[in-house]
């Protein structure tokens, strides 16, 4: 098992709609993350949890919520979406602590037309 | 602010040596490194606490100077495996959260 799944894998939205991705964890980590992925800018934080329902903004936040009301579950929201959020999203996990990694999910694909 | 990695781009051929960097110019707690491959998901590789750290994971392994806010990640007798683009992770203290650089593409050839 991968432990940390994320859907949808792939969605196609038209601007000005809200979409939902989620990420959900069987691992049962205190931390989640969202990053999203473009060409020239590597991975750039957009929000993050460090519990349930105790989120906080990354570097790069504008346009998106996030909510977690479940350990297992952070879900990540563009309000109104636009073609500028058109990206790779990743959802990372992390126990927390000094000497634990992250574990990436295997991404979201969004195109916003 | 995100971490400044260098250089962009490496080209190698199997069994020679190379160096990505990473360089912050905020205090840094920790040093994170991942990799990633052609459409998928970073990998962890490891991760320094402390200042002038070294860890090893294979033939990969890397430095942490903490009073520089600068590590090092070397590769030596690169692989054909080691393809990918590495990634720094940085952490400051007080926080619970990674900015990464933008990363470093490595490409290794027979």
């Known amino acids: 098992d991968a432990g940390i799944t994320q859907s949808p894998r792939h969605k196609v939205t038209e601007t000005g709609t809200p979409v939902t991705l989620r990420c959900h964890q069987t691992?049962?980590?205190?931390?989640m993350y969202w990053y999203r992925q473009d060409p020239g800018h590597g991975l750039r934080l957009i929000h993050y949890s460090y519990g349930v329902k105790d989120t906080d903004k990354g570097e790069v936040s504008d346009g998106y919520s996030v909510s977690r009301s479940k350990t297992e579950d952070f879900l990540l929201t563009l309000e109104s979406a636009t073609s500028s959020q058109t990206s790779v999203y990743f959802c990372a996990i992390s126990f927390g602590g000094l000497n634990y990694g992250y574990t990436f999910g295997s991404g979201t694909r969004l195109t916003v037309v | 602010q995100q971490p400044v990695q260098s250089p962009q781009a490496v080209i190698l051929r199997e069994g020679e040596d190379a160096v990505i960097n990473c360089s912050s110019s905020?205090?840094?707690?920790?040093v994170h490194w991942y990799r990633q491959k052609h459409g998928e998901a970073p990998v962890f590789l490891m991760i320094l606490l402390k200042g002038g750290e070294q860890k090893g994971h294979e033939k990969i392994s890397a430095s942490f100077n903490e009073k520089k806010q600068q590590s090092s990640l070397y590769l030596t007798a690169s692989q054909l495996s080691y393809s990918g683009t590495y990634f720094c992770g940085t952490q400051r203290y007080n926080t619970d959260k990674l900015i990464f650089g933008t990363g470093t593409r490595l490409q290794v050839f027979p």
């Open positions: 905020k205090a840094l707690y920790s």
């Open positions: 691992e049962n980590h205190r931390y």
